[in-house]
């Protein structure tokens, strides 16, 4: 199999969406203003190399001509920087202090990407303040203009703020690998998301696959045991990123593979997986602002 054709896989029970030529990951006019579209990458296991796959997403994706922006949702364990070699003399706990507005602490990363940095010891977002929430939205306000694409690099696993930043998010792309324990993780998560909070729609993302007999593999257990106790949920398949040596010896010398191996097989497959998204639908909100990402986020109950 052409691995470069591993993401536009036929779903193992049916083919894909065919997209109109409107259905673009570009924003969705909103009232007076666009709103981007948020993707949250969130997994219920660590170790999936989710990191790695928002990063070299988001590159592929800003080489497309998206202006897109990475929010490392990590908020205790900070990743992104560190994956592209970046050393960032803010983050969002200098936000959160009053210190430095939101656009002072953005990271430029390659390819014109922009990232915004988490930190250790950042408070949670359910211990923020009203006047502090309020705050936060209007600094966001800031940005409403420059962003086509948030995408989210959430922690792993269930606790709150992974649920709350998978609640914010127009789409959930949970990423599992073949490990059993990545499967029983990433069914863990999406049925809290059901059950507590009514979300069904997910796109499942399938890394390190040896190829895409194995990918469909993971897929179908995970979409077998989601129908057998969950019910009424959506599950989309979105494709596999290929084993490739290529990978860590990109991440040894912090850099995207992308970047720094444009020709690797998994280099082929995320831009692949780029023009997937763009051609998938990003619905909008009424408010048509990023703002509005916040204020789900924050007043979620």
Not at 51 to 72: E, I, K, P, S, Y
Request: net charge positive; charged share 25%; hydrophobic share 45%.
């Amino acid at each position: 199999m052409n691995q470069a054709a591993t993401v536009n896989d036929k779903k193992p029970n049916g083919g894909p969406r065919q997209a109109g030529k409107t259905d673009r990951l570009r924003p969705v006019e909103g009232a007076g203003k666009a709103t981007p579209c948020v993707l949250a990458f969130t997994s219920g296991k660590g170790g999936v190399g989710k990191t790695n796959l928002v990063t070299n997403t988001a590159l592929a994706l800003a080489r497309m001509g998206q202006r897109v922006l990475v929010l490392d949702a990590d908020l205790g364990l900070a990743n992104v920087d560190v994956l592209l070699g970046l050393m960032p003399r803010y983050s969002i706990k200098d936000v959160f202090s009053g210190q430095r507005s939101l656009p002072e602490i953005i990271l430029d990363g390659p390819g014109g990407i922009r990232i915004l940095p988490a930190s250790s010891g950042v408070p949670e977002l359910l211990d923020l303040s009203e006047s502090e929430k309020l705050f936060l939205l209007t600094e966001m306000e800031a940005l409403d203009e420059a962003v086509d694409v948030l995408l989210i690099d959430t922690a792993a696993g269930i606790s709150d703020n992974v649920l709350y930043f998978n609640l914010a998010a127009q789409k959930r792309i949970v990423v599992v690998t073949p490990e059993p324990t990545s499967i029983t993780d990433a069914y863990a998560l999406m049925k809290v998301l059901m059950r507590r909070h009514q979300v069904r729609d997910f796109s499942i993302l399938v890394n390190w696959a040896k190829n895409g007999q194995e990918a469909q593999k993971v897929y179908r257990q995970l979409s077998a045991v989601a129908d057998r106790f969950l019910g009424l949920l959506s599950l989309d398949y979105l494709g596999f990123i290929p084993q490739d040596e290529a990978i860590p010896k990109a991440v040894r010398k912090q850099k995207a593979v992308l970047e720094l191996f444009p020709d690797a097989a998994s280099s082929r497959v995320f831009r692949d997986l780029a023009k997937t998204l763009t051609q998938s639908r990003c619905d909008g909100h009424a408010d048509g602002n990023i703002k509005f990402f916040w204020r789900k986020l924050l007043q979620n109950p």
